[in-house]
């Protein structure tokens, strides 16, 4: 290898490492603000909000929501009407 690639090799890192300086210094610059605007969506939740807690019983519930609650249950057998029943029969062993 020439000198000439070796110092346009080491000039390649240097530029590639001066960026990723850059972008996590960007990125770490950026955690205050985004714990910030957690705090301020969070608080105005908390207190903005409307706080209705039994949401599902006051008011209609959406098709999700319906489908969630009646698949976690079995549906209820109906009475057989008119049945009869048969002994079996065990001579055949």
Do not use: C
Not at 56 to 65: G, L, P, R, V
């Amino acid at each position: 290898m020439t000198f000439a690639g070796i110092v346009s090799l080491v000039l390649v890192a240097a530029i590639v490492l001066a960026l990723l300086f850059v972008f996590f210094h960007i990125f770490i610059a950026l955690i205050p603000v985004a714990a910030v605007a957690i705090l301020l969506i969070w608080l105005y939740y908390r207190f903005f909000a409307k706080k209705d807690k039994n949401l599902s019983s006051t008011k209609t519930q959406t098709e999700y929501d319906w489908f969630r609650s009646y698949s976690n249950q079995t549906p209820p057998r109906k009475k057989a009407k008119n049945v009869t029943t048969k002994d079996i029969d065990d001579k055949n062993k």
